[in-house]
């Protein structure tokens, strides 16, 4: 079964930092694209970040510059780390991942990451 984990959050004062993990159950070569979504209470769900196997990786603009991707292929898990956190990041982050084989998306469950003022 292919399934998404995700770990990592939590509450953090603005200014702080958190950094998600998402392990997958397989390799993460097996997908064509892997990204972080996040949605807060009473928004839509927004991409945070796209990384796709091929081209270059685009950040939300309200994260540029505070928010960084990297992956470790050999434990099959991508990482978000999150620099200067706003309160207006809070938010459920969601690990997401597309694979050709099955024509098909997969999600994590989704963490809760909170920033207070």
């Known amino acids: 079964q292919v399934r998404l984990v995700e770990s990592g959050g939590g509450l953090v004062q603005a200014g702080g930092s958190l950094r998600l993990s998402c392990a997958a159950s397989i390799s993460i070569f097996s997908f064509n694209a892997m990204n972080w979504y996040r949605q807060a209470p009473g928004k839509e769900r927004e991409l945070v970040v796209g990384?796709?196997?091929?081209?270059?990786?685009n950040y939300a603009d309200s994260v540029k510059g505070r928010f960084t991707v990297s992956r470790d292929n050999a434990k099959n898990t991508v990482y978000l780390q999150m620099n200067s956190l706003k309160p207006e990041d809070t938010a459920v982050y969601y690990c997401?991942?597309?694979?050709?084989?099955?024509?098909?998306?997969?999600w994590g469950q989704g963490t809760q990451v909170t920033v207070s003022s």
């Open positions: 997401n991942a597309y694979r050709n084989v099955d024509d098909r998306d997969y």
């Open positions: 990384i796709p196997n091929t081209g270059s990786r």
